[in-house]
């Protein structure tokens, strides 16, 4: 399983755009790239999925350069109740995702 | 939008007792999960379950936890005689197919004194 690396912490404002990039330098070929959100004492909930290029939905957009080494979850004018742990994930797609390991994800603190 | 649900969100119980963990997966949904986090640990696999059996099982799965689909709704996660260590919150996730992405239900917290 490919391993992720991404920043323990962020701070950010109210309507600001936030950038986490995840990194992922053994990522095989068919691997798909997952952002999830958990909130205090809830289960994580799916955000966005990738394998290259950019994909957007109506909650972030997800960037994926050529080499797909790493990724970047975009949320655009984030608000408080974006505060939240985001976790990176790389599965094989057809593996099953029981295969999905999550690490210590990334904690983003939304100010006013 | 459909939801996986979790009961009870919270159960106390004494070393040694027998507790079982209910959730109610999406319901066209087929692959079911249960995950673990210990507080301030990270999000741990512990199963995976399709068409009535174990797919995959993690090495924290052990003899004392065991999985069961009673019925066409429920999904179960039996732990035989629960230790200290088994204090955590559980979350019961569900996918539609192999590769969708999981559905996870807001957890039953469990406290073992």
């Known amino acids: 399983l490919a391993k992720t690396t991404q920043p323990i912490s962020m701070d950010s404002y109210e309507g600001q755009e936030v950038n986490i990039t995840c990194s992922h330098n053994?990522?095989?070929?068919?691997?798909?790239i997952t952002w999830y959100q958990q909130f205090p004492s809830q289960g994580p909930r799916f955000i966005i999925q990738?394998?290259?290029t950019k994909v957007t939905n109506e909650v972030a957009s997800l960037f994926i350069p050529a080499d797909r080494k790493s990724s970047t979850l975009s949320l655009p004018r984030v608000s408080l109740s974006d505060t939240a742990v985001y976790y990176c994930l790389v599965s094989e797609r057809g593996s099953g995702y029981s295969t999905l390991t999550f690490g210590k994800g990334t904690m983003l603190l939304v100010s006013p | 939008e459909p939801e996986v649900t979790q009961t009870p969100s919270h159960q106390v119980t004494q070393m040694g007792q027998e507790v079982i963990l209910r959730c109610v997966p999406i319901?066209?949904?087929?692959?079911f999960y249960w995950y673990r986090q210990i507080l301030g640990q990270k999000v741990e696999f512990l199963v995976s379950f399709y068409n009535n059996e174990i797919s995959e099982k993690s090495e924290i799965f052990d003899d004392q936890f065991s999985v069961e689909r009673p019925d066409g709704s429920n999904f179960t996660l039996k732990i035989r005689s629960t230790k200290l260590e088994d204090s955590a919150m559980y979350f019961c996730?569900?996918?539609?197919?192999?590769?969708?992405?999981?559905?996870f239900g807001n957890g039953t917290r469990l406290t073992v004194t």
């Open positions: 319901s066209n949904h087929l692959y």
């Open positions: 996730a569900s996918s539609a197919t192999e590769n969708s992405p999981l559905h």
């Open positions: 053994n990522i095989a070929t068919n691997d798909y």
């Open positions: 990738g394998y290259k």
